[in-house]
C-alpha cells in the first residue's frame, strides 16, 4: 500500500504540465493524456522496483506485463477520470492486488484493493476482507504523510445518491422503473464523469452507482 500512497506527491506535482493529449491511444481505442502515460510508466517501474510482483495488468497497457518474480499481481486503471483532467474535476487511480504470480485471477484471490482521489485534498481508501479505511495527506506540517481518518468505512444503510451513465432513451425498461424508484425516494443525482470520484461519494453517503 505504501508503495501506491508514494507516488501521490509526485502525481500532483506532474499536474499541471502533463495536461495535453498523447499521440497514441489506449486498449480501447480512447485517446491517451501525456498524463494517462506517464502514469502507467510510473505505477509500472513502481512495482517492479517493490520485487512484490510478479505481473501488472492496466487499462493503458494491451498485454500483461511481466515485471518480477514477486507473490502478488496488481491490476490497475493508472488515471481514472482523465476527460476531468482538463476541467479540473475528480479523478484518481484505482487498483487491486491478487494474491498469485499470474493473470487473470479469480475473485477470490484479491488481497487487497483500493484508490487514490486527486482532489482538493488528496485520499486513499484501501479495503482488505477485515476492513476499509480512508487516508488523508497533508496536515501538521507534514505534507507528503497520509493520516487515517476513516476507520472501518461501512456503506449508510439509507443511501442519499445515485448516479446512472449513459443515455436514458437507451436504457431498458427495468433500469428506467428503478431509477424513476430512486428520484420518487428524494435521492439527488450526483454524476461526476469519474468511477473513482462517483463510487467515493456513494461510499460516505449511501446510494446507487451504474454506468
Given amino acids: 500500500m505504501s508503495r501506491f500512497a508514494g507516488l501521490a506527491t509526485p502525481i500532483r506535482q506532474e499536474l499541471p ?9 489506449n486498449v480501447y481505442g480512447e485517446q491517451q493524456l501525456e498524463l494517462d502515460v506517464w502514469m502507467n510508466d510510473l505505477f509500472v517501474d513502481a512495482l517492479r522496483e517493490s520485487k512484490l510482483v510478479s505481473q501488472v495488468a492496466s487499462e493503458e497497457m494491451g498485454e500483461v506485463k511481466d515485471v518480477g518474480r514477486g507473490r502478488f499481481s496488481v491490476v490497475l486503471d493508472p ?94 425498461p427495468e433500469v428506467k422503473a428503478f431509477v424513476g424508484e430512486l428520484e420518487t425516494d428524494l435521492m439527488n443525482l450526483r454524476y461526476g464523469g469519474s468511477f473513482v470520484g462517483d463510487f467515493n461519494q456513494i461510499l460516505h453517503y449511501g446510494g446507487f452507482f451504474a454506468y
Fill in 79 to 172: 488515471l481514472d477520470g482523465s476527460s476531468n483532467v482538463k476541467s479540473n474535476n475528480i479523478f484518481g487511480t484505482i487498483f487491486g492486488i491478487f494474491d498469485r504470480k499470474s493473470l487473470p485471477a479469480r475473485g477470490s484471490d484479491l488481497f487487497a484493493a483500493g484508490y487514490l482521489i486527486y482532489g482538493p485534498a488528496t485520499t486513499f481508501v484501501y479495503a482488505t476482507p477485515r476492513d476499509v479505511n480512508e487516508f488523508v495527506q497533508g496536515g501538521g506540517g507534514r505534507s507528503g504523510e497520509f493520516f487515517l481518518i476513516e476507520e472501518g468505512l461501512r456503506l449508510p444503510s439509507k443511501g442519499k445518491l445515485y448516479g446512472v451513465g449513459g443515455h436514458r432513451e437507451r436504457w431498458i
Fill in 17 to 25: 504540465i502533463r495536461r495535453d493529449p498523447a499521440a497514441t491511444r
